[in-house]
Protein backbone atom coordinates (compact mmCIF):
# COMPACT_ATOMS: atom_id res chain seq x y z
CA UNK A 1 0.00 0.00 0.00
CA UNK A 2 1.40 3.07 -1.07
CA UNK A 3 1.29 6.80 0.30
CA UNK A 4 -1.70 8.59 0.14
CA UNK A 5 -1.63 11.27 -2.50
CA UNK A 6 -3.67 14.62 -2.83
CA UNK A 7 -5.15 17.16 -4.82
CA UNK A 8 -5.93 20.90 -4.51
CA UNK A 9 -9.83 19.91 -4.51
CA UNK A 10 -9.09 17.77 -1.32
CA UNK A 11 -9.05 14.61 -2.89
CA UNK A 12 -6.81 11.70 -1.86
CA UNK A 13 -5.36 8.67 -4.13
CA UNK A 14 -3.46 5.90 -3.07
CA UNK A 15 -1.81 3.61 -5.38
CA UNK A 16 -2.99 -0.10 -5.18
CA UNK A 17 -1.08 -2.93 -6.17
CA UNK A 18 -2.70 -3.81 -9.06
CA UNK A 19 -1.89 -0.26 -10.39
CA UNK A 20 -5.24 0.46 -10.00
CA UNK A 21 -6.00 3.86 -7.76
CA UNK A 22 -8.77 4.20 -4.82
CA UNK A 23 -10.20 7.61 -4.61
CA UNK A 24 -11.35 9.56 -1.64
CA UNK A 25 -12.19 13.04 -0.02
CA UNK A 26 -9.64 14.40 2.59
CA UNK A 27 -10.67 14.74 6.38
CA UNK A 28 -10.34 18.36 5.82
CA UNK A 29 -12.75 17.77 3.13
CA UNK A 30 -15.24 16.18 5.01
CA UNK A 31 -14.77 18.14 8.20
CA UNK A 32 -15.96 21.35 5.93
CA UNK A 33 -19.12 19.49 4.45
CA UNK A 34 -20.60 18.32 7.71
CA UNK A 35 -22.46 15.08 7.95
CA UNK A 36 -22.96 13.57 4.87
CA UNK A 37 -25.98 12.30 3.84
CA UNK A 38 -25.99 10.99 0.40
CA UNK A 39 -23.12 9.87 -2.20
CA UNK A 40 -23.35 9.92 -5.74
CA UNK A 41 -21.02 7.56 -7.81
CA UNK A 42 -20.25 7.07 -11.08
CA UNK A 43 -21.01 3.64 -13.17
CA UNK A 44 -18.78 0.70 -13.29
CA UNK A 45 -16.95 0.95 -16.65
CA UNK A 46 -17.15 4.66 -16.72
CA UNK A 47 -14.22 6.47 -18.80
CA UNK A 48 -13.74 9.97 -16.43
CA UNK A 49 -11.02 12.41 -17.40
CA UNK A 50 -8.81 14.37 -15.23
CA UNK A 51 -10.75 17.29 -12.84
CA UNK A 52 -14.09 15.65 -14.19
CA UNK A 53 -16.74 15.76 -11.64
CA UNK A 54 -17.85 12.37 -11.58
CA UNK A 55 -19.08 11.80 -7.67
CA UNK A 56 -20.86 14.04 -6.15
CA UNK A 57 -20.90 14.54 -2.05
CA UNK A 58 -23.99 16.07 -0.33
CA UNK A 59 -24.21 17.17 3.34
CA UNK A 60 -27.71 18.52 5.24
CA UNK A 61 -27.74 21.74 3.40
CA UNK A 62 -25.39 21.30 0.16
CA UNK A 63 -24.19 19.50 -2.64
CA UNK A 64 -20.38 19.33 -3.23
CA UNK A 65 -18.82 17.70 -6.78
CA UNK A 66 -15.72 15.38 -6.38
CA UNK A 67 -13.32 16.40 -9.09
CA UNK A 68 -11.31 13.03 -10.41
CA UNK A 69 -7.44 13.61 -9.74
CA UNK A 70 -6.21 11.70 -12.60
CA UNK A 71 -8.37 10.07 -15.61
CA UNK A 72 -9.34 6.37 -16.17
CA UNK A 73 -11.79 3.98 -16.11
CA UNK A 74 -14.19 3.20 -12.90
CA UNK A 75 -13.35 -0.30 -11.61
CA UNK A 76 -15.15 -0.65 -8.53
CA UNK A 77 -17.15 2.02 -6.16
CA UNK A 78 -17.68 1.95 -2.06
CA UNK A 79 -21.78 0.49 -2.48
CA UNK A 80 -21.75 0.38 1.53
CA UNK A 81 -22.00 4.62 1.11
CA UNK A 82 -25.65 4.24 -0.49
CA UNK A 83 -26.86 2.70 3.08
CA UNK A 84 -23.86 4.49 5.05
CA UNK A 85 -22.81 7.95 3.86
CA UNK A 86 -21.60 8.72 7.11
CA UNK A 87 -18.94 6.24 6.37
CA UNK A 88 -17.69 9.17 4.93
CA UNK A 89 -17.86 11.49 7.87
CA UNK A 90 -16.12 8.89 10.04
CA UNK A 91 -13.49 7.05 8.28
CA UNK A 92 -12.93 9.24 5.32
CA UNK A 93 -9.24 7.68 4.40
CA UNK A 94 -10.37 4.23 5.21
CA UNK A 95 -14.17 2.92 5.01
CA UNK A 96 -15.30 6.22 3.59
CA UNK A 97 -13.70 6.09 0.30
CA UNK A 98 -15.19 6.45 -3.10
CA UNK A 99 -14.49 4.78 -5.94
CA UNK A 100 -11.25 3.20 -7.72
CA UNK A 101 -10.06 3.87 -11.31
CA UNK A 102 -7.83 2.19 -13.60
CA UNK A 103 -5.40 5.37 -14.64
CA UNK A 104 -5.15 5.99 -18.18
CA UNK A 105 -2.31 8.57 -17.57
CA UNK A 106 -0.78 7.04 -14.75
CA UNK A 107 1.85 10.13 -14.97
CA UNK A 108 -0.69 12.36 -13.67
CA UNK A 109 -0.31 10.54 -10.35
CA UNK A 110 3.00 12.50 -9.79
CA UNK A 111 1.59 15.73 -10.37
CA UNK A 112 -0.17 15.50 -7.28
CA UNK A 113 1.22 16.66 -3.71
CA UNK A 114 2.35 14.54 -0.97
CA UNK A 115 1.05 14.50 2.54
CA UNK A 116 3.77 16.75 3.76
CA UNK A 117 2.73 19.31 0.84
CA UNK A 118 -0.92 18.68 1.30
CA UNK A 119 -0.33 19.59 4.84
CA UNK A 120 1.03 23.40 3.85
CA UNK A 121 -1.64 23.41 1.45
CA UNK A 122 -4.57 22.81 4.11
CA UNK A 123 -2.62 25.66 6.60
CA UNK A 124 -2.29 28.10 3.94
CA UNK A 125 -5.84 28.05 3.62
CA UNK A 126 -6.99 27.74 6.69
CA UNK A 127 -5.17 31.62 7.35
CA UNK B 1 -13.97 18.78 -3.68
CA UNK B 2 -15.65 22.11 -4.86
CA UNK B 3 -18.02 23.75 -2.62
CA UNK B 4 -18.28 26.73 -0.88
CA UNK B 5 -16.30 26.54 2.29
CA UNK B 6 -17.91 27.38 5.66
CA UNK B 7 -15.47 30.14 5.90
CA UNK B 8 -15.73 31.96 2.96
CA UNK B 9 -15.95 35.60 2.56
CA UNK B 10 -16.06 36.18 6.11
CA UNK B 11 -13.74 38.84 5.90
CA UNK B 12 -15.62 41.92 7.40
CA UNK B 13 -18.27 39.93 8.83
CA UNK B 14 -19.92 41.59 12.03
CA UNK B 15 -20.10 39.48 15.10
CA UNK B 16 -22.77 38.76 17.69
CA UNK B 17 -22.16 39.88 21.23
CA UNK B 18 -21.66 35.77 21.74
CA UNK B 19 -19.40 35.41 19.38
CA UNK B 20 -16.46 34.33 21.87
CA UNK B 21 -18.49 31.59 23.21
CA UNK B 22 -18.76 30.69 20.17
CA UNK B 23 -15.35 30.44 19.14
CA UNK B 24 -14.72 28.71 22.58
CA UNK B 25 -17.56 25.92 21.64
CA UNK B 26 -15.54 24.84 18.50
CA UNK B 27 -18.37 26.93 16.08
CA UNK B 28 -17.58 26.46 12.52
CA UNK B 29 -18.36 30.02 11.45
CA UNK B 30 -20.64 31.39 8.37
CA UNK B 31 -20.98 34.73 6.69
CA UNK B 32 -24.72 35.64 6.84
CA UNK B 33 -26.46 38.90 6.09
CA UNK B 34 -23.10 40.33 6.83
CA UNK B 35 -22.93 38.76 10.09
CA UNK B 36 -20.36 36.07 11.17
CA UNK B 37 -22.84 33.21 12.53
CA UNK B 38 -22.08 29.47 13.99
CA UNK B 39 -22.85 27.54 11.06
CA UNK B 40 -22.31 24.44 13.20
CA UNK B 41 -20.58 23.47 16.03
CA UNK B 42 -18.67 19.80 16.57
CA UNK B 43 -21.39 17.85 17.24
CA UNK B 44 -22.81 18.60 13.29
CA UNK B 45 -25.80 19.77 12.00
CA UNK B 46 -27.10 16.06 12.22
CA UNK B 47 -26.88 15.79 15.85
CA UNK B 48 -27.67 19.22 16.84
CA UNK B 49 -31.10 19.42 14.96
CA UNK B 50 -31.84 15.89 16.31
CA UNK B 51 -30.79 17.31 19.64
CA UNK B 52 -33.16 19.97 19.19
CA UNK B 53 -35.98 18.07 18.93
CA UNK B 54 -34.95 15.80 21.71
CA UNK B 55 -34.05 17.88 23.96
CA UNK B 56 -33.33 21.64 23.83
CA UNK B 57 -31.06 23.62 21.14
CA UNK B 58 -29.84 27.48 22.29
CA UNK B 59 -29.64 29.57 18.88
CA UNK B 60 -27.49 32.57 18.86
CA UNK B 61 -30.22 34.76 16.36
CA UNK B 62 -28.85 38.13 17.41
CA UNK B 63 -28.41 39.18 13.52
CA UNK B 64 -32.23 39.51 13.18
CA UNK B 65 -33.39 42.93 13.35
CA UNK B 66 -35.14 44.84 16.12
CA UNK B 67 -37.36 47.76 15.95
CA UNK B 68 -39.17 49.41 18.40
CA UNK B 69 -41.99 51.74 17.54
CA UNK B 70 -43.29 54.55 20.10
CA UNK B 71 -46.23 57.28 20.47
CA UNK B 72 -49.85 56.82 20.66
CA UNK B 73 -50.24 55.99 16.41
CA UNK B 74 -47.94 53.04 16.36
CA UNK B 75 -50.93 50.70 16.17
CA UNK B 76 -52.58 52.46 13.57
CA UNK B 77 -48.89 53.68 11.69
CA UNK B 78 -47.89 49.92 11.52
CA UNK B 79 -51.23 48.86 10.32
CA UNK B 80 -50.63 50.68 7.14
CA UNK B 81 -48.20 48.46 6.39
CA UNK B 82 -49.81 45.29 7.14
CA UNK B 83 -52.61 42.77 6.59
CA UNK B 84 -52.10 41.89 10.02
CA UNK B 85 -54.40 42.83 13.38
CA UNK B 86 -52.04 45.17 15.06
CA UNK B 87 -54.51 47.89 16.87
CA UNK B 88 -56.45 45.00 18.66
CA UNK B 89 -52.98 43.02 19.65
CA UNK B 90 -53.09 42.94 23.18
CA UNK B 91 -50.05 44.03 25.21
CA UNK B 92 -48.20 41.14 26.03
CA UNK B 93 -48.55 39.25 22.78
CA UNK B 94 -47.04 38.80 19.88
CA UNK B 95 -48.01 37.93 16.22
CA UNK B 96 -46.47 36.76 12.42
CA UNK B 97 -46.80 39.44 10.13
CA UNK B 98 -45.87 40.33 7.01
CA UNK B 99 -44.81 43.53 5.38
CA UNK B 100 -46.56 43.99 1.89
CA UNK B 101 -45.56 45.66 -1.20
CA UNK B 102 -47.91 47.88 -3.21
CA UNK B 103 -47.71 44.97 -5.82
CA UNK B 104 -48.92 42.05 -3.68
CA UNK B 105 -45.30 41.14 -2.89
CA UNK B 106 -43.88 40.22 0.43
CA UNK B 107 -40.88 42.96 1.80
CA UNK B 108 -40.52 40.89 4.96
CA UNK B 109 -41.78 38.26 7.18
CA UNK B 110 -42.11 39.44 10.35
CA UNK B 111 -43.24 39.29 14.22
CA UNK B 112 -44.69 42.05 15.75
CA UNK B 113 -44.67 42.22 19.84
CA UNK B 114 -46.88 44.20 21.59
CA UNK B 115 -45.00 45.56 24.88
CA UNK B 116 -47.78 48.25 26.10
CA UNK B 117 -45.72 50.85 25.98
CA UNK B 118 -44.23 49.97 22.57
CA UNK B 119 -44.69 47.35 19.76
CA UNK B 120 -41.31 45.93 18.81
CA UNK B 121 -40.77 43.91 15.51
CA UNK B 122 -38.56 41.12 14.67
CA UNK B 123 -37.06 41.11 11.00
CA UNK B 124 -34.85 39.21 8.75
CA UNK B 125 -31.11 39.92 9.25
CA UNK B 126 -30.96 40.14 5.48
CA UNK B 127 -33.90 42.28 5.24
CA UNK B 128 -33.30 44.81 7.93
CA UNK B 129 -31.41 47.24 5.83
CA UNK B 130 -34.93 47.68 3.16
CA UNK B 131 -37.48 47.44 5.94
CA UNK B 132 -35.74 50.16 8.21
CA UNK B 133 -35.96 52.54 5.93
CA UNK B 134 -39.21 51.65 4.42
CA UNK B 135 -40.15 51.90 8.34
CA UNK B 136 -39.10 55.57 8.64
CA UNK B 137 -40.12 56.30 5.02
CA UNK B 138 -44.02 55.26 5.05
CA UNK B 139 -44.46 55.90 9.14
CA UNK B 140 -41.48 57.74 10.24
CA UNK B 141 -43.81 60.50 10.90
CA UNK B 142 -46.64 58.75 12.79
CA UNK B 143 -44.40 57.44 15.28
CA UNK B 144 -41.15 57.20 16.88
CA UNK B 145 -38.80 54.51 15.03
CA UNK B 146 -35.73 53.19 17.14
CA UNK B 147 -33.48 50.52 15.66
CA UNK B 148 -32.60 48.05 19.00
CA UNK B 149 -28.84 47.85 18.15
CA UNK B 150 -27.58 46.99 21.32
CA UNK B 151 -29.59 43.77 22.10
CA UNK B 152 -28.59 40.14 21.32
CA UNK B 153 -31.39 37.58 20.87
CA UNK B 154 -31.41 34.28 21.94
CA UNK B 155 -33.60 31.12 21.50
CA UNK B 156 -34.00 27.80 23.54
CA UNK B 157 -36.07 25.08 21.49
CA UNK B 158 -36.95 22.30 22.23
CA UNK B 159 -38.56 19.76 24.58
CA UNK B 160 -36.14 20.77 27.38
CA UNK B 161 -36.38 24.39 26.72
CA UNK B 162 -39.41 24.68 29.41
CA UNK B 163 -37.49 23.45 32.03
CA UNK B 164 -34.86 25.42 31.26
CA UNK B 165 -35.74 28.73 31.01
CA UNK B 166 -37.72 28.16 33.99
CA UNK B 167 -34.88 28.38 36.26
CA UNK B 168 -34.57 32.03 35.00
CA UNK B 169 -37.23 33.47 37.05
CA UNK B 170 -40.89 32.44 38.17
CA UNK B 171 -43.23 31.92 35.85
CA UNK B 172 -42.00 31.65 32.48
CA UNK B 173 -42.98 28.04 31.68
CA UNK B 174 -46.89 29.14 31.90
CA UNK B 175 -46.24 31.41 29.47
CA UNK B 176 -48.59 30.61 26.42
CA UNK B 177 -47.46 30.35 22.85
CA UNK B 178 -46.52 33.84 21.16
CA UNK B 179 -47.20 35.82 24.87
CA UNK B 180 -44.22 38.11 25.17
CA UNK B 181 -43.43 39.81 28.19
CA UNK B 182 -40.34 42.01 30.08
CA UNK B 183 -38.23 40.55 32.31
CA UNK B 184 -35.45 41.29 34.81
CA UNK B 185 -32.96 38.55 34.93
CA UNK B 186 -29.92 39.97 37.41
CA UNK B 187 -30.38 43.35 37.14
CA UNK B 188 -30.89 43.06 33.00
CA UNK B 189 -33.74 44.09 31.61
CA UNK B 190 -34.76 41.28 28.92
CA UNK B 191 -38.19 40.79 26.81
CA UNK B 192 -38.84 36.88 26.60
CA UNK B 193 -41.53 35.47 24.59
CA UNK B 194 -43.00 32.05 23.81
CA UNK B 195 -42.19 32.09 20.47
CA UNK B 196 -39.08 30.67 17.89
CA UNK B 197 -38.79 29.19 14.00
CA UNK B 198 -38.21 25.39 14.89
CA UNK B 199 -41.98 24.00 14.76
CA UNK B 200 -41.01 22.95 18.53
CA UNK B 201 -41.71 24.50 21.83
CA UNK B 202 -39.39 27.36 23.14
CA UNK B 203 -38.42 31.24 24.18
CA UNK B 204 -36.72 34.01 22.27
CA UNK B 205 -35.02 35.98 24.51
CA UNK B 206 -34.01 39.88 23.58
CA UNK B 207 -31.18 40.59 26.37
CA UNK B 208 -28.78 44.00 26.83
CA UNK B 209 -25.32 42.88 24.52
CA UNK B 210 -23.34 43.63 27.85
CA UNK B 211 -25.64 40.96 29.66
CA UNK B 212 -25.82 38.14 26.78
CA UNK B 213 -22.94 35.96 27.64
CA UNK B 214 -23.75 35.34 31.18
CA UNK B 215 -27.60 34.49 30.14
CA UNK B 216 -25.95 31.93 27.43
CA UNK B 217 -23.90 30.39 29.92
CA UNK B 218 -26.91 30.37 32.37
CA UNK B 219 -28.96 28.57 29.72
CA UNK B 220 -26.38 26.12 28.76
CA UNK B 221 -25.63 24.98 32.18
CA UNK B 222 -29.17 23.66 32.19
CA UNK B 223 -30.20 19.87 31.31
CA UNK B 224 -30.41 19.04 27.28
CA UNK B 225 -29.62 22.88 26.34
CA UNK B 226 -26.90 22.64 23.42
CA UNK B 227 -25.65 25.54 21.11
CA UNK B 228 -27.36 24.47 17.49
CA UNK B 229 -26.00 26.22 14.50
CA UNK B 230 -27.68 28.00 11.87
CA UNK B 231 -27.45 24.65 9.55
CA UNK B 232 -29.52 23.25 11.53
CA UNK B 233 -32.06 26.12 12.51
CA UNK B 234 -32.39 25.75 8.53
CA UNK B 235 -33.10 22.31 8.42
CA UNK B 236 -35.67 22.29 11.59
CA UNK B 237 -37.78 25.16 9.93
CA UNK B 238 -38.20 23.50 6.53
CA UNK B 239 -39.78 20.10 8.80
CA UNK B 240 -41.71 22.91 10.45
CA UNK B 241 -42.96 24.00 7.24
CA UNK B 242 -41.91 27.44 7.62
CA UNK B 243 -40.65 30.23 5.21
CA UNK B 244 -37.24 30.99 4.41
CA UNK B 245 -37.07 35.01 3.11
CA UNK B 246 -35.59 35.16 0.60
CA UNK B 247 -35.64 31.34 -0.55
CA UNK B 248 -39.84 30.57 -0.32
CA UNK B 249 -40.99 34.46 -0.30
CA UNK B 250 -39.85 37.51 -1.46
CA UNK B 251 -40.92 41.09 -3.17
CA UNK B 252 -42.17 38.79 -6.02
CA UNK B 253 -44.23 36.33 -4.16
CA UNK B 254 -47.94 36.68 -3.38
CA UNK B 255 -49.20 36.69 0.16
CA UNK B 256 -51.76 33.74 -1.30
CA UNK B 257 -49.63 32.03 -3.67
CA UNK B 258 -47.27 32.02 -0.22
CA UNK B 259 -50.11 30.70 1.67
CA UNK B 260 -49.70 33.00 4.53
CA UNK B 261 -52.93 34.83 3.88
CA UNK B 262 -54.36 33.29 7.66
CA UNK B 263 -51.66 36.69 8.25
CA UNK B 264 -54.50 38.86 7.11
CA UNK B 265 -56.98 39.47 10.31
CA UNK B 266 -60.53 38.96 9.61
CA UNK B 267 -61.12 42.60 10.55
CA UNK B 268 -58.78 43.99 7.81
CA UNK B 269 -60.30 41.73 5.42
CA UNK B 270 -63.22 43.06 3.02
CA UNK B 271 -66.42 43.72 4.79
CA UNK B 272 -63.94 43.69 8.40
CA UNK B 273 -64.16 47.06 10.34
CA UNK B 274 -60.88 47.94 9.36
CA UNK B 275 -60.77 46.52 5.79
CA UNK B 276 -57.51 47.11 3.23
CA UNK B 277 -55.16 49.93 4.02
CA UNK B 278 -52.16 48.38 3.41
CA UNK B 279 -49.90 47.99 0.56
CA UNK B 280 -51.37 45.86 -2.30
CA UNK B 281 -54.62 45.20 -0.22
CA UNK B 282 -56.64 45.54 -3.65
CA UNK B 283 -54.25 43.24 -5.38
CA UNK B 284 -54.59 40.50 -2.27
CA UNK B 285 -58.11 40.57 -2.03
CA UNK B 286 -58.77 40.62 -6.30
CA UNK B 287 -55.99 37.50 -5.88
CA UNK B 288 -58.25 36.04 -3.09
CA UNK B 289 -61.40 35.76 -5.12
CA UNK B 290 -59.85 34.36 -8.29
CA UNK B 291 -57.12 32.17 -6.68
CA UNK B 292 -53.57 32.01 -6.70
CA UNK B 293 -51.39 30.93 -10.33
CA UNK B 294 -49.17 29.09 -7.88
CA UNK B 295 -49.22 27.48 -4.63
CA UNK B 296 -46.69 26.90 -1.84
CA UNK B 297 -46.29 23.14 -0.81
CA UNK B 298 -44.41 20.37 0.57
CA UNK B 299 -42.59 17.91 -1.75
CA UNK B 300 -41.32 14.26 -1.01
CA UNK B 301 -38.38 13.33 -3.79
CA UNK B 302 -37.81 10.01 -3.91
CA UNK B 303 -34.46 8.27 -2.78
CA UNK B 304 -32.25 9.52 -1.06
CA UNK B 305 -30.67 12.44 -2.69
CA UNK B 306 -31.64 15.82 -1.76
CA UNK B 307 -33.50 18.46 -4.23
CA UNK B 308 -32.05 22.09 -4.16
CA UNK B 309 -33.51 25.21 -4.40
CA UNK B 310 -34.62 26.11 -8.21
CA UNK B 311 -34.65 22.87 -9.00
CA UNK B 312 -37.73 23.04 -11.20
CA UNK B 313 -40.73 20.56 -11.05
CA UNK B 314 -42.11 18.77 -14.55
CA UNK B 315 -45.49 17.38 -15.25
CA UNK B 316 -45.90 14.25 -16.89
CA UNK B 317 -45.64 15.76 -20.15
CA UNK B 318 -42.25 17.17 -18.78
CA UNK B 319 -42.92 21.33 -19.29
CA UNK B 320 -42.17 23.40 -16.20
CA UNK B 321 -45.24 23.28 -13.31
CA UNK B 322 -42.89 24.27 -10.54
CA UNK B 323 -39.95 24.72 -8.65
CA UNK B 324 -38.41 24.07 -5.56
CA UNK B 325 -37.72 27.05 -2.74
CA UNK B 326 -35.88 25.28 -0.24
CA UNK B 327 -35.04 21.36 -0.57
CA UNK B 328 -32.61 19.41 1.52
CA UNK B 329 -32.16 16.44 3.66
CA UNK B 330 -34.34 15.58 6.70
CA UNK B 331 -32.36 14.59 9.72
CA UNK B 332 -35.95 13.94 11.59
CA UNK B 333 -37.29 11.73 8.59
CA UNK B 334 -33.95 10.51 7.29
CA UNK B 335 -34.86 11.38 3.83
CA UNK B 336 -34.95 14.24 1.50
CA UNK B 337 -37.84 16.89 1.88
CA UNK B 338 -38.99 20.09 0.20
CA UNK B 339 -40.50 23.21 0.04
CA UNK B 340 -41.58 24.72 -3.35
CA UNK B 341 -44.26 26.71 -5.93
CA UNK B 342 -46.65 24.09 -7.95
CA UNK B 343 -49.01 25.50 -10.36
CA UNK B 344 -52.29 25.79 -8.78
CA UNK B 345 -54.21 22.87 -11.05
CA UNK B 346 -51.04 20.72 -9.85
CA UNK B 347 -51.43 20.72 -6.47
CA UNK B 348 -54.68 18.51 -5.96
CA UNK B 349 -54.27 16.33 -9.18
CA UNK B 350 -52.96 12.73 -8.90
CA UNK B 351 -50.57 13.06 -11.83
CA UNK B 352 -47.28 11.96 -10.79
CA UNK B 353 -44.50 15.30 -10.68
CA UNK B 354 -40.45 14.78 -11.11
CA UNK B 355 -37.41 16.67 -11.26
CA UNK B 356 -34.46 16.62 -12.82
CA UNK B 357 -31.30 16.06 -11.08
CA UNK B 358 -27.51 15.55 -12.50
CA UNK B 359 -29.51 13.82 -15.84
CA UNK B 360 -31.74 11.63 -13.63
CA UNK B 361 -35.18 12.21 -13.47
CA UNK B 362 -36.18 12.20 -9.52
CA UNK B 363 -40.15 11.24 -8.16
CA UNK B 364 -41.54 13.94 -6.08
CA UNK B 365 -44.43 12.95 -4.31
CA UNK B 366 -46.72 15.96 -2.83
CA UNK B 367 -46.81 16.27 1.49
CA UNK B 368 -49.01 17.86 3.89
CA UNK B 369 -46.64 20.98 5.50
CA UNK B 370 -45.61 20.93 8.00
CA UNK B 371 -43.35 17.69 7.55
CA UNK B 372 -42.78 17.43 11.16
CA UNK B 373 -45.78 18.41 13.50
CA UNK B 374 -45.52 22.02 15.78
CA UNK B 375 -45.09 21.45 19.83
CA UNK B 376 -46.35 25.20 20.61
CA UNK B 377 -47.22 24.87 23.82
CA UNK B 378 -50.77 26.06 22.98
CA UNK B 379 -52.76 26.71 26.33
CA UNK B 380 -56.53 25.87 25.41
CA UNK B 381 -55.00 25.80 21.67
CA UNK B 382 -56.27 29.92 21.66
CA UNK B 383 -54.41 31.33 18.50
Known amino acids: ?127 | MTQPSADEGIADGRNTPLYDLHLQAGAQFTEFAGWRMPLRYPDGTLREHLHTRAHAGLFDVSHMGQVALRGARRAVALEALTPTDVIDLPAGRQRYALLTSHEGGIIDDIVIANLGEELVLVVNAARTATVLPHLIGEIGRACEIRRLDDLALLAVQGPAASAAVATLAAGLEQMPFQSVRTIDLDGAPCRISRSGYTGEDGYEIAVPAADARDLARRLLAQAGVRWVGLGARDSLRLEAGLCLYGNDIDEHTSVLAAGLDWTWSAVRRPGGARAGGFPGAEELADALEAGAAMRRVGLLPEGRAPLRENTGLLGEDGSIVGRITSGLFSPTLERPIAMGYLRADCVAAAAPLHAMLRGRAIAVGRAALPFVPHRYHRKSDKR
Open chain 1, 1 to 127: MSELKYSRDHEWLRVEADGTVTIGITDYAQKELGDVVYVELPEIGREVRQDEEAAVVESVKAASEVRMPVAGSVVAVNGTLADNPEQVNVDPAGDGWFLRLKPSSPDQIAGLMNEADYRAYVDSIRK
